[in-house]
């Protein structure tokens, strides 16, 4: 056998586990939950023409005289009812994303037009939209209906399925797609403030931000000025290492290799370490910052890091059998 | 198919660009965040002309490359706006905009609207707290894009519906130092991307023409005649 075919079957072998979906189930959920807040605020404060109508129909873009037209006004009268009907779609596709119904036209759909909102308004795009986007995606391709749905429900007869396992290498690059996030936020973070030799100051700085802060903290936070500097060092730490998780998460699911690294690994979990670090960040966020559905989004995709067969021993009277969980002692 | 996945979206998360160039190094933000990086740099033997030149020349090349290698999956990321450019807070606003809205009455008061994380003015704060308004006015260029003026035209007429007795509304942002604890606060308090409209600005006319934007002239004070224009000239 080559050395090519060796590697190329241990690719193969990497990505070929199976799982019962309820993790990347939840994230489907969760994500359809943020979407759908976010959506139905556009609508209910009447920001659906502003935003994404051209500016004939009252929106604040000047969307038809630019060079690179989006396709949805290509195809629609440039109306104010054609942008509540851009919204009404995007609320029904998303709505059946997490309802599991018909999930991936609906998907695909929602993904697509969400996709147009953004070349209409790119100001009110922000980052989560295009994670949500790059996530709904990995979706599209994963079992994350056969789970949690109406779709289960039809299949099996049962809202949780019939507790069958499925390929598990969505989630798995979902877990990847996360740690490319953490550490592209990392490696970009370039301002001083976020360096030893800047004071860690930024944290500071970034809560006093009027454009993102949620209170006006003027010197209140001053006394607590070295939990902020504590909370950027944790952060630049944090996402620097993110990398890290891989590692843990690979031994933690397949636990092969690496001698006492490994059974390091096994013994401390130090992936729930970065979990839970990455999970108070979020909260912090949410307390300190008013960044809209970003936190929650974030966190609405954290049950990708669970282990494939911690729902099942948490929850007994779901259906299906855990994936047996690695014991030191098996591995030695 | 995953081993393409992952290299496509590998290369696109490698952190290049924008451009730099020599306008943006010009800009006081930049220019503050270079002088910090001299104070350590000079220190080796890197004099600031050679640091510049190397941040300008690094980040054409570095676009160039990118610009020639993600070309087959451009339109594929332009049709799914789909990405990898993960730059959250890559540093910290030294000198903070504040994003305000006050109205002018006709003898020149000035009428305080909203203005962020102030509990005294909040006109419309459900709407301007919402993330994706937030990024029509969350600035961070030295020229007013045109879609700040188009918004500040919105906001402005329902300003004028709601407050009957304004004859002028200004969008504008207000920077200040943010003092770091034990430093002294410095209490000046520059005016930026000022922007007057005025309620003769909304009513359809030869300039309104110009401008497909211009929304229905808002409705004046019950009972009274149409408030003289005061054009930018207000207090």
Not at chain 1, 173 to 198: D, E, H, N, R, S
Not at chain 1, 200 to 216: C, E
Request: aromatic content about 14%; overall charge neutral.
């Amino acid at each position: 056998m080559t050395q090519y075919r060796r590697a190329w079957l241990a690719w193969v072998n990497a990505w070929n586990d199976r799982e019962a979906p309820w993790g990347i189930a939840l994230v489907r959920i969760g994500l359809a939950l943020c979407l759908l807040w976010d959506l139905s605020w556009v609508g209910i404060e009447r920001l659906v023409v502003p935003l994404w109508a051209p500016i004939q129909a009252g929106g604040w873009g000047d969307v038809l005289s630019r060079g690179d037209v989006p396709f949805v006004w290509r195809v629609l009268p440039p109306t104010a009812e054609s942008a509540w009907a851009i919204w009404g779609t995007l609320m029904v596709s998303i709505a059946f994303v997490g309802l599991g119904i018909l999930p991936r036209l609906s998907t695909i759909v929602f993904v697509l037009l969400y996709a147009q909102t953004a070349s209409i308004m790119d100001d009110a795009d922000r980052g989560i939209d295009t994670m949500m986007r790059n996530v709904l995606l990995i979706l599209w391709w994963s079992p994350a209906w056969e789970v949690l749905s109406l779709r289960a429900w039809w299949r099996s007869g049962s809202f949780l399925g019939d507790g069958a396992h499925h390929p598990a290498w969505a989630r798995q690059l979902l877990v990847l797609q996360l740690v490319v996030m953490y550490f592209g936020a990392g490696i970009t973070k370039t301002g001083l403030g976020w360096m030893p030799w800047g004071g860690f100051t930024a944290l500071y700085y970034i809560l006093h931000d009027p454009a993102v802060a949620r209170f006006d903290l003027g010197r209140s936070l001053d006394p607590l000025y070295f939990l902020t500097q504590f909370g950027s060092a944790i952060t630049i730490l944090w996402e620097y290492t993110s990398p890290l998780m891989l590692l843990f998460f690979w031994i933690r699911e397949k636990p092969t290799a690496l001698g006492r690294f490994r059974d390091f690994c096994l013994r401390w979990h130090p992936e729930r370490l970065y979990v839970v670090v990455g999970a108070a960040f979020h909260i912090l966020i949410a307390a300190g910052l008013n960044l809209g559905i970003f936190p929650f989004a974030m966190l609405a995709m954290y049950p990708a890091f669970a282990a494939p067969w911690a729902w099942n021993t948490w929850f007994k009277w779901l259906p299906g059998t855990p994936n047996p969980a690695p014991q030191i002692a098996d591995v030695g | 198919m995953l081993a393409l996945v992952i290299a496509v979206n590998g290369w696109v998360a490698i952190p290049i660009g924008p451009r730099v160039t020599e306008k943006d190094l010009a800009r006081g933000d930049v220019k503050e965040q270079v002088d910090e990086w001299m104070g350590m740099l000079s220190k080796v033997g890197v004099t600031r002309p050679q640091f510049e030149t190397f941040v300008l020349k690094g980040s054409g090349f570095f676009v160039d490359l990118d610009n020639t290698v993600s070309k087959p999956i451009h339109p594929f990321n332009q049709l799914l706006r789909t990405g990898q450019n993960w730059a959250l807070f890559t540093g910290a606003d030294r000198t903070p905009l504040r994003f305000a809205l006050r109205g002018y009455t006709e003898d020149g008061t000035i009428v305080p609207l909203f203005r962020r994380l102030d509990p005294d003015a909040t006109f419309m704060s459900d709407i301007l707290n919402f993330r994706r308004v937030r990024g029509l006015y969350d600035l961070d260029r030295d020229e007013i894009p045109r879609r700040y003026k188009i918004f500040s035209r919105w906001v402005a007429t329902r300003a004028f519906q709601a407050h009957p007795e304004l004859v002028a509304v200004e969008v504008l942002q207000e920077e200040q130092r943010t003092p770091l604890p034990g430093q002294k606060p410095d209490m000046t308090v520059k005016q930026r991307f000022k922007f007057k409209v005025t309620r003769e600005d909304l009513v359809p006319g030869p300039k309104a023409l110009q401008d497909p934007s211009t929304p229905p002239p808002p409705p004046g004070p019950p009972g009274e005649n149409p408030p003289a224009s005061h054009g930018g000239q207000l207090p």
